[in-house]
């Protein structure tokens, strides 16, 4: 006859364990949490609104001279010249603005298409990594001023200067993000799809890419900040219409006023688009931060 259940080997009495329903919600421990779960939209308006405040008692009261730092009203009523086109130069600010994104974007997504590709080729092949592994790592440290000048010796002062040093900026990052995505997927999920019969352009396919896109999206979101801040150094290059070049048009005249207000635009121009680039990424990629 066997022992009971609540009666080990030796004859000692031991609890009765009662396994959990499943009908019985799971309590999470207090006081224990996901570290940084929660929504941060409140605190951010609330640190925007803060700052505004304080930039505005700050200008008002006379703290900061106006040269040196203007009041927001005046930042609003730059804006409302520029857009106009009353001010240094005479281009109103949507033509500065649109010949600034067609540089910044044309050469991202030129960046996209190549720089992608190269990086997930040399995470999956050691002759591509030898290949281009030795350039991209050498220019990658290297400041875009440092090249701007044979780059102008080798393109000119058109608008390709312009577009392949932004590109040239983007490149790196993308091709590095691209790399270290293919380098974390899980030596697992290889074996698995190889023993499933698979070929080697089916597991790059269905696979490594799949699992190299979180990689990429955070990568495509640092070119694009490198993009935006190798603009104005672009449009130093004989440029006659940019918002770099209105920012830097307008601090040869001290209007500091006109440069904050291109520095907010270029600001929220690069913000709105990483926006839109969490979006895509949660919609590509859902499956990112719940492996």
Request: glycine share 8%; aromatic share 12%.
């Amino acid at each position: 006859m066997s022992a009971p259940s609540n009666v080990d080997v030796a004859g000692n009495a031991v609890p009765r364990v009662e396994a959990p329903s499943s009908a019985t919600p799971v309590r999470h421990v207090s006081g224990y949490s996901v570290p940084g779960e929660g929504s941060s939209t409140t605190i951010a308006i609330v640190t925007v609104i803060v700052l505004l405040t304080l930039w505005w008692v700050a200008t008002h009261a006379g703290w900061i001279r106006d040269l040196f730092l203007p009041t927001p009203e005046r930042i609003i009523t730059s804006f409302a010249d520029a857009w106009k086109g009353d001010i240094q130069g005479g281009r109103p600010l949507y033509e500065h603005f649109g010949w600034s994104m067609f540089r910044v974007f044309f050469a991202f997504a030129l960046a996209c298409v190549t720089a992608i590709p190269v990086g997930i080729a040399m995470g999956v092949s050691r002759i591509a990594r030898g290949i281009f592994d030795p350039p991209v790592e050498f220019y990658r440290p290297l400041p875009p001023l440092a090249y701007l000048p044979l780059i102008v010796i080798w393109f000119g002062i058109e608008e390709t200067a312009k577009v392949v040093l932004i590109y040239l900026a983007c490149f790196a990052p993308l091709a590095m993000a691209a790399r270290a995505g293919v380098k974390s997927v899980m030596i697992e999920q290889i074996n698995a799809a190889y023993s499933l019969g698979a070929s080697k352009w089916q597991v790059i396919r269905h696979v490594i890419i799949p699992a190299a896109l979180p990689e990429i999206f955070t990568g495509m979101r640092i070119a694009i900040g490198f993009g935006w801040t190798t603009l104005v150094a672009a449009e130093m290059v004989a440029a006659t219409a940019g918002l770099g070049q209105m920012v830097l048009n307008a601090s040869n005249f001290l209007r500091t006023d006109v440069v904050i207000m291109g520095i907010f635009v270029i600001g929220i121009v690069a913000y709105m688009f990483d926006l839109m680039m969490r979006y895509i990424e949660r919609a590509v990629v859902p499956w990112k931060g719940r492996g």
